[in-house]
């Protein structure tokens, strides 16, 4: 599409797989909104008639970069590098270890701009592909405009029958997968006798996960595990947390929840826990915050860059630190309106203006 007299194509690959209700999708569908542009097929599409082919998703064990150098200027998006931070969760076996040596060479010989969501993801970025930090380009995220303070009762008291929500509860919002820590969360809300509420379409449906997300999770098969019978890490650790679910009542599992109804549950929540172990950057910190919902999370380098100040940071390994960073919070009254401010505003409109003056200039 053109902008600026730049014709610019985007990846709209991550709207129509796995990817849509996560925070891949929601950075591709809220950059096409604040740019007013339509997303490209790349599988699809003629891109010889586009100045910047945008790819907007990447995984280090599996190809999706063009082999031969396009005419157009070549901008990927790398929101994190966790298989390549625990490689012995994410294994890639001997075709992903083949995989990554290409994609380091493609990026290396065909990308001209990288674009990734945090500073931390840039020095990962940097250390693991052996990119140039000059190619590597930070630019944030945002909460979408859905998430803010409600004042509808109505509908509050609406949401909260619609999913059986207690009078208080711990909220989580995303992926089960190992990084995000879920074992440590579950065992201090039971410390904190706070029931834990979870959305999420991987925690839901954790017993019949799909081959599209098995394969966005865990990478390609690793071969020499599979024929000695030996499960995969991730897998493993899904049948953990399974035996947690299903042990008592004190996690709810909502699965997949819209946006117009997440929003609800950010404002009745008692407090959000972002446990993670890792993360790029944690969008739901913002959509909490900006629901005034208060935030306990785990001290890591990206939350410090990203929400030091304006949420509680405490030890991801240490399940009483948790309670002892929300336990106030269960036991007073909400502090809807009282956070602190932001580090920086952040705001789609102004990733997107960053966005187009990197095409502008790459």
């Known amino acids: 599409m053109q902008k600026n007299k730049i014709k610019i194509a985007i990846d709209s690959g991550p709207l129509t797989s796995g990817h849509k209700i996560r925070g891949i999708g929601a950075h591709t569908s809220e950059l096409l909104q604040a740019l007013k542009i339509k997303g490209v097929d790349f599988g699809k599409a003629d891109l010889s008639k586009f100045d910047v082919l945008h790819y907007t998703s990447f995984h280090p064990y599996f190809i999706n970069l063009p082999f031969r150098k396009?005419?157009?200027?070549?901008?990927?998006?790398?929101?994190?590098?966790?298989?390549?931070?625990?490689?012995?969760?994410?294994?890639?076996?001997?075709?992903?270890?083949?995989?990554?040596?290409?994609?380091?060479?493609?990026?290396?010989?065909?990308?001209?701009?990288?674009?990734?969501?945090?500073?931390?993801?840039?020095?990962?970025?940097?250390?693991?592909?052996?990119?140039?930090?000059?190619k590597v380009h930070v630019i944030y995220l945002a909460a979408k405009e859905t998430f803010k303070k409600l004042v509808n009762n109505e509908l509050l008291t609406k949401i909260k029958s619609k999913y059986h929500l207690p009078d208080k509860f711990a909220l989580y919002v995303g992926d089960v997968n190992y990084n995000k820590?879920?074992?440590i969360l579950i065992k201090a809300c039971k410390l904190a006798k706070i029931p834990l509420v979870i959305c999420g379409k991987q925690a839901l449906n954790i017993e019949t996960l799909g081959k599209e997300d098995l394969s966005m999770l865990k990478g390609p098969k690793d071969w020499i595990r599979y024929l000695f019978g030996k499960p995969h890490p991730e897998l493993a650790h899904f049948r953990s947390l399974l035996k947690e679910f299903n042990h008592g009542k004190s996690v709810i599992r909502l699965g997949f929840v819209p946006d117009e109804d997440l929003v609800a549950i950010y404002n009745l929540a008692t407090v959000y826990v972002?446990?993670?172990?890792?993360?790029?950057?944690?969008?739901?910190?913002?959509?909490?915050?900006?629901?005034?919902?208060?935030?306990?999370?785990?001290?890591?380098?990206?939350?410090?860059?990203?929400?030091?100040?304006?949420?509680?940071?405490?030890?991801?390994?240490?399940?009483?630190?948790?309670?002892?960073?929300?336990?106030?919070?269960?036991?007073?009254?909400?502090?809807?309106?009282?956070?602190?401010?932001?580090?920086?505003?952040?705001?789609?409109?102004?990733?997107?203006?960053?966005t187009l003056q990197l095409y502008e200039n790459v």
């Open 274 to 354: 972002q446990p993670s172990l890792y993360e790029g950057f944690s969008l739901p910190i913002l959509e909490a915050l900006a629901c005034g919902c208060p935030v306990v999370a785990s001290k890591i380098q990206t939350h410090v860059e990203i929400v030091e100040g304006a949420v509680t940071l405490v030890e991801p390994t240490n399940p009483k630190d948790f309670v002892r960073g929300f336990n106030s919070l269960v036991k007073s009254p909400r502090l809807a309106g009282e956070q602190v401010k932001l580090p920086r505003k952040y705001s789609w409109a102004e990733t997107a203006r960053q």
């Open 181 to 183: 820590n879920i074992p």
């Open 70 to 134: 396009p005419k157009a200027k070549v901008v990927l998006t790398i929101h994190d590098l966790i298989p390549l931070i625990y490689p012995k969760h994410y294994p890639g076996g001997i075709k992903g270890g083949i995989r990554l040596a290409i994609n380091k060479f493609l990026i290396n010989k065909n990308v001209d701009a990288i674009i990734t969501i945090s500073e931390t993801s840039k020095k990962d970025i940097c250390r693991f592909l052996g990119t140039d930090p000059g």
